[in-house]
Every structure is written in C-alpha cells, then in structure tokens.
C-alpha cells in the first residue's frame, strides 16, 4: 500500500484546534459497548459532541469538516490495560541487560518512540505497569506527552513498582553483591507507608506490587508480600485515591492480592476455579496478558504454528476459559514491551484465539478497562467524553484482526494519523 499517513503537527497546542468540529461517517460504530450500523460521530474541540443515527446528529456549521470513512469501524480510542515503555522485546536485548546495561537515556529515547507506536495503533491510553529500573521516567514521558512535546497515549503510571526483599530481579549474582533491582524493595509496617507515599510524590497514578515472584535458588515463584503487607499498601495508595495492582501468577499470590483488596491482577496463570470464584466475589478484575507468555515461549524456542503447544501456553488456555467461566471482568493487556510496541492488538487477537467473542474483547479494551482503571471520561462513544477514537478497516466484530488495519487515530480530538 502507498497510502500517505499524515502525521498532523502533533506539537502544536490543543487550544489551536479548539474550534475544530469534524463530522465522522464510518459504516459502523462500537460504542464501547455494542455496535451501531451507519451511526456518526461529531466531534467539537477534544470532546465528542454527538453520536448517533445521522438524523440525530447535526452535519451543519461552517467550520465542520465531514470525514467520509468508508468500509470502516470507528471505535473509542484502545485502551492498554498493561504495557512497559520502558522495555522493548526481550528477543532485542534480555530483560536483565535493560535493566544493567542500558543508560536511562537511552531507554528514554527509546521509549518515546515507543510511545509514539502506541498511539499509532489505535491505543491512545495506556496502563504503564512499572518502569523496570528506570526510576521514574513514566512520569516525566507521560508530562512530556501531555505538554505536547512528543506523540504518544495518554498514561496511568506507577513508577517503580513494590517488591518484597530479595525477590525480584536481575537475579543469579554472587549473594556476596547487591544488584540494583527493577523495583523498589520494601516491607514491613514504615518502610512500606513511605515507599508508597514517596511513589505517589514522585507522581505514581496507581500503586503496583508483585505479590509473587521466582524468589532465591527456587526455579518457580512463589508469595512474598502477607496479606497484611498488601492491605496496609492498599490502605494507604486508597487514602490517597489511588488503586493497586498486583503481578501475581500463583494461586496463592493471587488468593493474598484478592483479599488485600488490589483491583487487579496480571497474569494470573495459576490462578484456579477456586480463585477465580474468589476474583468474581471481589469484584478483582484479571489482566491476563496472554502474548506476552506467548511470546516468551516463542524467545524459548517454541515454533508457533510448527511445534506442539508448550504446556505453558496449554496451560494458560485452560486457566483463562476458567476466568471466563467464573464471569471475572477481564482487562485486556498484553504486557507490552516483552513484544514490540505497536503490536498491542496482539492480546486482543489472542483472546479470540483462547475463547473469547469479538465484541467482549472489543469491549475489555475500551469500556471495560476504562471503568475497571476508573477513567469516566473516556473508553466509549458517547457526547460528552473525549474524542479519542481510532478508525479500522473492516469490521473488528468479524476479524479481530481488522483491529491492525488502522486507518486514523484521533486524540483529544486532534487526528494523529488520517
Ligand atoms: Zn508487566
């Protein structure tokens, strides 16, 4: 295709565009919540003004620019419920090296063009669920993105992440040396207020913990933070109005971030009927990032489409139609980063693939995780809430994979790609 995609002077100041109205005419429209043959959408400013059947919605003022989308979805803007820009594929450079070898400058520079991926691909908010050894360059990436600086997603962040003692990574050194770590270590009663406070200080939007982790000389993870641990971590990120979330993959790790009152839980690869049933009765939502297992496998050697399924990735699929079958609220997020940004559509095809319909992936990446993340103002069509909307070749609801066929993003109402 020799299509000529326009980035349209992205540096320049919103308020510029403030009396900019668009009238947008696609096929079809998801809502975030269902579909709607031949609806249109108008936009005013950074909001969207009107949606709706074309005789409910005005196509006259002199400064509307009608913007035929033939063949097309339009849908909110995609929301990624768990991404790492600070991090490129570990087939690139081992995680361990990112975090030792690499400058932060470098992986700053990196990662606003990463930023710049994202948005391109229709995501235009994300979930950063941890810096990785970069202290706390999410936040000033995400400033950078709001002050107009640099293209990218909106951005929830969470600095540093929390760790309990000794049991995170990069791990395998001498115990007789202390390694810099790709979180922040803290436990017990003080160490943990202040480790959460100073986090929210520095600019965290949301509180993440690992509840469980290949820990020591053992080969497979297991729990480190005790339930008190966590409520006392959510007691304090809350106070502050602030949520927590927790990387756990065992049962346990899981059963302790549930009862200590985190809203989410990544991975969750272990988790069991049990567990999910407990996930349900909570209200904790399941961010499953099935591609980033997946492509994980595949950096192990695993010829996708050639070999067996590796029991990992058998596995998973059983643990995730079990979430399913429990009705868990299921964020949709990758873990991008472990693969390239820009690929995050990758998850949403994955969970089609593991048994998921269409339109609830669909809606996982916009309504769903936008309430599950507590963002009123954005994640689906609606008069009122921000025009951040991206527009698909075809009909996602059909081929999920139309989700790549990106045809233009709009960002608080200015077109990114067109
Ligand atoms: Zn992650």
Redesign the pocket.
Known sequence: MNRLYLLVVFCLPSTLFAQTAYLLRPDRVFDGETMHEGWVVRVKGDKIEAAGPPSSVSASGADVSIVDLKGATLLPGLIEG?S?LLLHPYNETPWDDQVLKEARSLRVARATVHAQKTLLAGFTTVRD??TEGADYDDVGLKQAINQGIIPGPRMIVVTRALIATGSYAPKGFSADIDIPQGAEEADGHDVLIQAVRRQIGKGADAIKIYADYRWGLMAEARPTYTVDEIKLIVEVAKSSGRAVVA?ASTAEGMRRAILGGCETV?HGDAGTPDIFALMKQHGTALCPTLAAGDAVSQYRGWKKGQDPEPVRIREKRVTFKQALDAGVTICAGG?VGVFSHGDNARELSMMVDYGMKPLDVLRSATSVNADVFHLADRGRVKAGLLADLVVVEGDPTKTIADLRRVQAVMKGGIFYKQ
């Open positions: 768990h790492h669920l941890g990387h990544e873990d």
